[in-house]
Nanobody
Framework: QVQLVESGGGLVQAGGSLRLSCAASGRTFSGYIMGWFRQAPGKEREFVAAIRWSCGSTYYADSAKGRFTISRDNAKNTVYLQMNSLKPEDTGVYYC??????????????????WGQGTQVTVSS
């Protein structure tokens, strides 16, 4: 059974940093794109960043470029989202997702085969 378990969320002041982790289990993810999404209160879920597990190529939302870095550790079967220079508008529940596609365009739409339960990130001003 596939499981994606996020961790690392919390409360941080504006300008601070957090590193989110997504521990993946239950299958081999080499053919997957792994993504991070977030949902703020009263808003729709939005794409943040994605990475091709096989080669490590990445794609970011404009809001994440230059501040966030997605990476993966093959040995630990874990995907990370390093978030720096956090802003109050980064507040939300962050979800990890896994999609059986080679196309970032599919993941941008929020299409995924598996989702984690989410981890709360709160950035205070």
């Amino acid at each position: 059974q596939v499981q994606l378990v996020e961790s690392g969320g919390g409360l941080v002041q504006a300008g601070g940093s957090l590193r989110l982790s997504c521990a993946a289990s239950g299958r081999t993810f080499s053919g997957y794109i792994m993504g991070w999404f977030r949902q703020a209160p009263g808003k729709e879920r939005e794409f943040v960043a994605a990475i091709r597990w096989s080669c490590g190529s990445t794609y970011y939302a404009d809001s994440a470029k230059g501040r966030f870095t997605i990476s993966r550790d093959n040995a630990k079967n874990t995907v990370y989202l390093q978030m720096n220079s956090l802003k109050p508008e980064d507040t939300g529940v962050y979800y990890c997702a896994a999609a059986t596609t080679r196309h970032f365009g599919v993941v941008l739409t929020g299409t995924a085969d598996y989702w984690g339960q989410g981890t709360q990130v709160t950035v205070s001003s």
